[in-house]
């Protein structure tokens, strides 16, 4: 049982190149999330999304987009990088019920130069 | 908006038992969730309090109230895999969405 997998785990960029973070659940959620986390802090969030085809922004959303087209992948998408945007992203995933809890991919380490 | 508040640090010995609060400030509230991170690791999940009271699961326990905006992780019998970062997490509305306090980073020492 994978449960959530993020990837790439690693990845360096160059500013105002693009890339897309992929995440793949296995556990049939239908909330998924991405978060970035910066050094010393707590989990920021940046998109999330309810279901199959549906997104919404969270947090700290610009300079990301993301898509939901099948309900176990959830894509986040860095159309033109900045340096500010280097990070640990987790993605994350849950059932409806208020009481579950996320679970989370390993992280993808990412720095723009 | 939201805004939670926990410690930065707490340092405890093997054997002991620690408290780490959690304030918050939010628009709106469904419940708070506690949250296990080991450096360069994913959070896991460890608690969730939806309603007033205190939830137990092995040597952590959770209590929230809800008319004070505070709650609680209590970890008993500290053991040295227990050092980690611990956040609170605030569920907002029914889309399941969570906010996260900045963590606090447990250090047990021998």
């Known amino acids: 049982n994978a449960g959530v997998t993020q990837t790439p785990k690693f990845r360096v960029l160059k500013t105002g190149q693009s890339m897309t973070l992929l995440c793949a659940q296995d556990m049939n959620h239908e909330y998924m999330y991405w978060y970035r986390q910066d050094p010393g802090m707590g989990l920021r969030l940046i998109h999330y999304?309810?279901?199959?085809?549906?997104?919404a922004k969270g947090e700290v959303p610009d300079g990301y987009n993301v898509s939901r087209l099948k309900k176990q992948n959830f894509l986040l998408g860095l159309e033109s990088a900045a340096p500010s945007q280097t990070s640990v992203y987790f993605c994350?995933?849950?059932?409806?019920?208020?009481?579950?809890?996320?679970?989370f991919g390993s992280g993808t380490r990412l720095t723009v130069v | 908006g939201q805004s939670l508040e926990q410690p930065s640090e707490v340092t405890a010995v093997e054997g002991a038992i620690v408290q780490i609060n959690c304030t918050y400030q939010?628009?709106?509230?469904?419940?708070l969730s506690w949250y296990q991170q080991h450096d360069g690791g994913a959070p896991t999940f460890l608690s969730y309090n939806g309603l007033d009271g205190l939830e137990e699961t092995g040597r952590f326990s959770s209590f929230l109230s809800r008319s004070d905006s505070y709650g609680y992780l209590l970890l008993q019998e500290l053991q040295m895999k227990d050092s980690a970062s611990y956040f609170c997490a605030v569920k907002d509305t029914n889309a399941g969405k969570s906010t996260f306090g900045d963590g606090t980073t447990l250090t047990v020492k021998p």
């Open positions: 939010t628009s709106g509230f469904y419940g």
């Open positions: 999304s309810v279901g199959e085809g549906t997104t």
């Open positions: 994350a995933s849950s059932y409806p019920k208020t009481g579950d809890g996320y679970t």
